[in-house]
């Protein structure tokens, strides 16, 4: 899942990154609102973390603007300014929730996995594919009731296939979803990633595999187990 973090406070914004990349999110941090637009124009975003006041203009303006545009990103707003009129204003203006600031980083996790829940409508928020079982909001991936431990960007690549179960995959479309703006990309490091979820996934027993279509991109698909083991 990858966030868009919109806040000019550098040492904020850094330990938030740095607190949801543990969490295994893929993070862009923008410092106004030209650069978030600018960010909404190149990517798409599971979930919005607002700052009000920023150097540009008010963020409870540009949310109101982003929903009468039709964008209905979750969306978590945080402020210095933590009056009851300023509150309403902000759920008002279409904000799923709220935060006064000075935040801790461990609810803003715990409140947007909160509304990650709600927005994706899963009443039971673990996705089965085969003997594999993936909690997306979590970010946790089991085989047969084992836990693996997968790095980041395997999990992200694992669940942009999950997504599309049985249909190929274009390799520019896992390539957007996996990696921030910042983030330094090898030429080759949608292979590596592959190549290390096909052993975590081969070594678990699981009964899925990822199948390579030639110039075009990967696909995730059921085997047997039999053939797994």
Known sequence: MRILLVDHHADFARAVKEALLGCGFAVDVTRTLDEA??????ASYHILLLESALPDGDGLNWLKQLRRDGCSMPTMM???LNDLARRIAIFNAGADDFLAKPVSI??????????????????????????????????????????LRIARREVCILEHLLSRAGRTVPRSSLEDS??????????NALEVGIYRLRAHLSQAGATLRIKTARGVGYTLELVSAASAA
């Open 37 to 42: 637009a600018a960010a909404l124009d190149c």
């Open 78 to 80: 945080m402020s210095n």
């Open 106 to 147: 461990d609810e803003l996790i715990a409140r947007m996995r909160a509304i990650l829940r709600r927005s994706t409508q899963m009443t039971a928020p673990v996705v089965t594919f085969g003997n594999l079982h993936f909690d997306p909001i979590g970010r946790q991936v089991s085989v047969s009731g084992r836990v």
């Open 178 to 187: 996996l990696y921030a703006f910042d983030d330094e990309v090898s030429t």
